[in-house]
């Protein structure tokens, strides 16, 4: 399948700001998605991006997205230890989606 | 609605042994897809189903068999189960024409074990 890379981990202090990377090569995505797996869950979707928008807000989660470089991140503001959880960017592709490897994201009090 | 639902939980096979995982899901989505899920490998996609009588192969689909004979349900059959089989499986539907585009959901998973 194409390609989609994820940092494997980040750690971050509650309160802080996380920001997690992705990169994907299949520039006919339509929409672009990140699901959240809590430890010993199945995948709940988080939140998306349309292609042709470059930001969308929600809440605490801002997805940016730079469909030139096909770069999309994913911002949580105020951070608490309830977001620990793997986090996986998948971009559509057809009648699926393409999956990074997750980014397991750790906040400490 | 129970959404996707997914039996067994969890399962232990020899090598060498059959056995078919459920998946069934009442939203009335079109597409059901298998992924299997193995650690640092993210999930990857085995076979995927546009709607009833239709299947396709995705990235990883050998040692697997899938079939849909109605919409609701889209099993998963391992023909003779080997060690690489060991692995987290999830099945996900979504629904063609949805607002958020190709939304997946997910049903909790089969955890199984090949020895």
């Given at each position: 399948g194409e390609d989609v890379e994820q940092?494997?981990?980040?750690?971050?202090?509650?309160?802080?700001?996380?920001?997690?990377?992705?990169?994907?090569?299949?520039?006919?995505?339509?929409?672009l998605y990140w699901y959240k797996q809590e430890p010993g869950a199945g995948l709940q979707l988080l939140t998306y991006i349309f292609s042709n928008m470059d930001m969308k807000q929600d809440q605490r989660l801002t997805v940016l997205l730079n469909k030139k470089d096909k770069h999309l991140s994913l911002r949580i503001a105020d951070t608490q230890t309830g977001d620990s959880a793997i986090y996986f960017c998948a971009p559509d592709s057809g009648y699926a989606l393409n999956f990074g490897k997750g980014t397991s994201l750790l906040v400490t009090p | 609605n129970a959404g996707v639902t997914q039996t067994p939980k969890f399962q232990v096979l020899k090598t060498g042994q059959s056995m078919t995982l459920q998946c069934a899901q009442d939203m009335n989505h079109e597409y059901m897809s298998w992924y299997r899920q193995d650690p640092g490998m993210g999930l990857r996609l085995i076979h995927y189903s546009v709607g009833a009588g239709i299947t396709d192969q995705g990235e990883v689909p050998n040692g697997y068999n899938v079939s849909r004979s109605t919409t609701e349900d889209f099993p998963l059959r391992l023909l003779s189960a080997a060690p690489s089989q060991t692995s987290v499986y999830f099945c996900a539907s979504s629904k063609r024409g949805s607002r958020v585009g190709f939304e997946q959901f997910f049903g909790p998973g089969t955890r199984l074990t090949v020895l």
């Amino acid at each position: 399948g194409e390609d989609v890379e994820q940092s494997l981990f980040l750690s971050v202090r509650e309160g802080d700001s996380s920001v997690i990377n992705c990169t994907y090569t299949d520039s006919s995505s339509t929409y672009l998605y990140w699901y959240k797996q809590e430890p010993g869950a199945g995948l709940q979707l988080l939140t998306y991006i349309f292609s042709n928008m470059d930001m969308k807000q929600d809440q605490r989660l801002t997805v940016l997205l730079n469909k030139k470089d096909k770069h999309l991140s994913l911002r949580i503001a105020d951070t608490q230890t309830g977001d620990s959880a793997i986090y996986f960017c998948a971009p559509d592709s057809g009648y699926a989606l393409n999956f990074g490897k997750g980014t397991s994201l750790l906040v400490t009090p | 609605n129970a959404g996707v639902t997914q039996t067994p939980k969890f399962q232990v096979l020899k090598t060498g042994q059959s056995m078919t995982l459920q998946c069934a899901q009442d939203m009335n989505h079109e597409y059901m897809s298998w992924y299997r899920q193995d650690p640092g490998m993210g999930l990857r996609l085995i076979h995927y189903s546009v709607g009833a009588g239709i299947t396709d192969q995705g990235e990883v689909p050998n040692g697997y068999n899938v079939s849909r004979s109605t919409t609701e349900d889209f099993p998963l059959r391992l023909l003779s189960a080997a060690p690489s089989q060991t692995s987290v499986y999830f099945c996900a539907s979504s629904k063609r024409g949805s607002r958020v585009g190709f939304e997946q959901f997910f049903g909790p998973g089969t955890r199984l074990t090949v020895l």
